[in-house]
């Protein structure tokens, strides 16, 4: 049975956003998404083909991610809005990290983009552990 990790529509939401690559980043695919980040999308044309892409990258996701008690919606929605503060890592448990992150602004942004790339393995480990 193919667990469900990803959304769909949450997808969707960060596509409307994708010359950032933050869909990218969602799905497991930061090489791509630091790209698009630099590139403001392949100056547009990558943006619009991911919108047919975007079921596909669910599905990988899907597939690759281990599903559990910590929700990697929640996560990515509390890293993406309130990353600086992180709010995220304490979602996970992290509490010293995310103390760490609220008095250093996402330990200087350095910590935020580490977990932009890093976020889906995070949420995996730890539901394997809490399995």
């Known amino acids: 049975m ?5 959304s769909k529509l949450i997808g969707y939401l ?11 980043f969602y799905y497991g695919k930061p090489v791509t998404g630091t790209i ?3 590139t403001l999308g392949l100056l547009g044309i ?15 996701a899907d ?6 008690r ?4 929640i996560a990515w929605i509390l890293l993406t809005f309130l990353g600086i503060f992180g709010v995220h890592r304490m979602y996970m448990g992290k509490w010293l990290t995310g103390l760490l992150y609220l008095v250093t602004g996402g330990f200087f942004l350095i910590g935020v983009l580490y977990d932009f790339w890093t976020l889906n393995d995070q949420v995996s480990d730890k539901n394997r552990v809490f399995s």
């Open 14 to 24: 960060l596509w409307i956003f994708g010359f950032t690559g933050s869909h990218r």
């Open 63 to 68: 597939r690759r991610f281990t599903s559990g």
């Open 70 to 73: 910590v929700d990697f919606n």
């Open 2 to 6: 193919l667990q469900d990790t990803h």
């Open 36 to 38: 698009w980040f630099l």
């Open 46 to 60: 990558g943006w619009l083909i991911d919108l047919f892409l975007i079921p596909g990258m669910d599905r990988d």
